[in-house]
């Protein structure tokens, strides 16, 4: 009589993975790679084509998990909006401290951004600069992120006329205007020569000119 062989089982093995798994993976791996390009090469220089190979996937599971590529901005922008702007808008609209307390945490928490969630920010301000003269859902969801800024930071600046800590010889819009402005280029100039500047250091001279002046 045959010897059967007993059925070995690797207790090493990784458990298989199931379907909603590989899903979540396959999607995972298509918004790190087209996050990655639209921030390098831009929104409409990238192919769904691009963003596939570089996921190493097939261009079918873009239009599978997404349909379009202004759907992957899309989606990737809902997480820019919860993972960088509405943190950003509870240190504005914060009413624990002053308003240049309030401004400091506001700067301090991008610069720390800036190393955790780099290409979030970069994705929105590169974006933004992208479809400012354009239509659409991706163009009107970028408009909204932004007002999403300008409100609490407005606000804000109100409040500091009203109590004397902020000049009030600029409107409250203008002077929002400015410190996004300042924001913004400050991490456009930090990505084109971060082999050059320092992190921290840009974050401490973005303060003092914000709130000293040169």
Do not use: C
Not at 26 to 55: C, D, H, P, W
């Amino acid at each position: 009589m045959e010897k059967r062989e007993a059925s070995v089982t690797n207790p090493k093995a990784p458990p298989r993975r199931t379907k909603r798994e590989q899903r979540d993976e396959s999607i995972e791996k298509l918004l790190a790679a087209a996050r990655a390009m639209f921030v390098t090469k831009g929104y409409r220089a990238t192919t769904l084509e691009q963003i596939s190979a570089a996921a190493g996937l097939s261009k079918g599971a873009v239009y599978f998990h997404f349909g379009s590529k202004e759907a992957v901005l899309i989606q990737l922008l809902a997480r820019v909006e919860a993972d960088v702007l509405n943190p950003s808008v509870d240190v504005l609209e914060s009413q624990s401290g002053s308003v240049s307390d309030n401004l400091v945490k506001f700067i301090r928490m991008h610069g720390e951004m800036g190393l955790t969630n780099r290409e979030d920010l970069l994705l929105l301000i590169s974006m933004s600069i992208e479809f400012a003269s354009q239509s659409g859902e991706a163009a009107d969801r970028l408009k909204k992120m932004y007002r999403l800024l300008y409100k609490p930071l407005e606000k804000l600046i109100r409040r500091g006329q009203a109590s004397g800590e902020v000049r009030r010889d600029a409107p409250a819009a203008e002077l929002a205007a400015v410190i996004v402005a300042t924001h913004d280029g400050a991490f456009l100039e930090w990505y084109r020569r971060g082999d050059q500047l320092n992190g921290k250091n840009l974050v401490r001279a973005t303060l003092s000119v914000l709130l000293h002046g040169l």
